[in-house]
């Protein structure tokens, strides 16, 4: 049995997971008998956690929220979360300044055990940079439209279509509902109140007007499932999360060298030198050129549009080295 130390924190680590807890489901996660789960909730009261009981077919507990609550305490596991969350968080905005003092701040305050698991976690999230440098959302845009998320208030901001140029800003009204990042960069989901359909915004690119519109019923994503629009949307499918345009070929080249820069695709290796790829793209010719990309011989299985679009890439590519040749 552990130590009533450590199995005090383990308690307190899962009060502070769920809402509530019955007193048999905290026995088990324990591995301590109900009696001594009274007793160790006594202590934690004791030592100032606002630990509530209340009723039911086996009873239960609850940690509510106070005005004293005493710092919160953390578990190994914990800490490697805290610590792999807040070196990733907010990439690609200035919160992840602000994520990284926080990290700082939590590290002065806990036992050195603790402090040099953190210590030990190096972790440095590397996105594509978009033409040459790494969009930069501000921290007070990201308050005013998770501020306008939360409330379910309409949305009026310019937004520029290129976020280096100070002209060429458009006037945008929208009821807003998700914040989402892809690949680096930091987008609103939202209701396009003009367009009628839905439309994402690069935060970057955001400068909101004040005052805020009128509230507006939240509405559901096609499907119910933010990632999964999201996703389709970027790859250009008609609402599944599948690119529109699948192919299969054979490469003359190793698994080993195809699989680091295959993204999403599937490698399957043939043989020492050959390997079979699955892939998807938002075009043929943009499958097309993806694969050809690995620079060795290309057998196509299929789909008989992937070899017509590695024909006319061919034509292209022949007449550009003419025209180059000539000149």
């Known amino acids: 049995m552990q130590k009533t130390s450590s199995r005090l924190l383990a308690l307190l680590s899962l009060l502070q997971t769920r809402r509530d807890w019955s007193g048999e489901d905290l026995a088990e996660r324990l591995d301590i008998t109900p009696r001594t789960v009274r007793r160790d909730i006594d202590r934690l009261r004791e030592l100032g956690y606002p630990i509530m009981a209340f009723k039911g077919p086996s009873g239960g507990y609850r940690l509510d929220a106070g005005v004293h609550l005493p710092p919160l305490l953390f578990d190994d596991d914990q800490a490697v979360a805290l610590a792999v969350a807040l070196q990733t968080a907010a990439t690609g905005t200035t919160l992840a300044e602000d994520a990284a003092r926080a990290l700082a701040t939590i590290r002065q305050v806990m036992p050195p055990r603790l402090r040099h ?30 501020t306008a998320i939360h409330a379910h208030e309409e949305l009026r901001f310019d937004y520029a279509q290129d976020r280096k140029a100070a002209t060429g800003q458009r006037r945008r009204r929208v009821q807003p509902h998700h914040l989402v990042t892809w690949r680096g960069c930091w987008y609103l989901l939202a209701w396009d109140l003009d367009r009628d359909d839905w439309r994402t915004f690069r935060v970057d690119r ?3 007007r004040t005052p805020t519109g009128p509230r507006f019923p939240p509405r559901d994503v096609p499907g119910g499932d933010v990632p999964a ?34 993204r999403d695709g599937i490698v399957e290796e043939l043989g020492p030198d050959r390997c079979r790829l699955a892939l998807g793209s938002w075009s043929w010719a943009g499958l097309a050129a993806a694969i ?33 040749t000539s000149s």
């Open 117 to 146: 698991r953190i210590d030990t976690m190096r972790i440095t999230a590397v996105h594509p940079p978009e033409n040459g440098d790494v969009p930069q959302a501000d921290t007070q845009v990201f308050t005013d439209l998770s």
């Open 292 to 324: 050809g990309r690995f620079d060795a011989d290309v057998e196509v299985i299929g789909p008989p549009e992937l070899s017509g679009a590695f024909a006319r890439l061919a034509t292209r590519y022949a007449n550009a080295a003419r025209t180059t």
């Open 206 to 208: 955001i400068h909101p």
């Open 229 to 262: 629009f999201i996703t389709s949307r970027f790859r250009g499918s008609d609402g599944t999360t599948d690119w529109p345009c699948q192919g299969e070929v054979l490469l003359d080249l190793p698994a080993t060298a195809v699989a680091p820069f295959a």
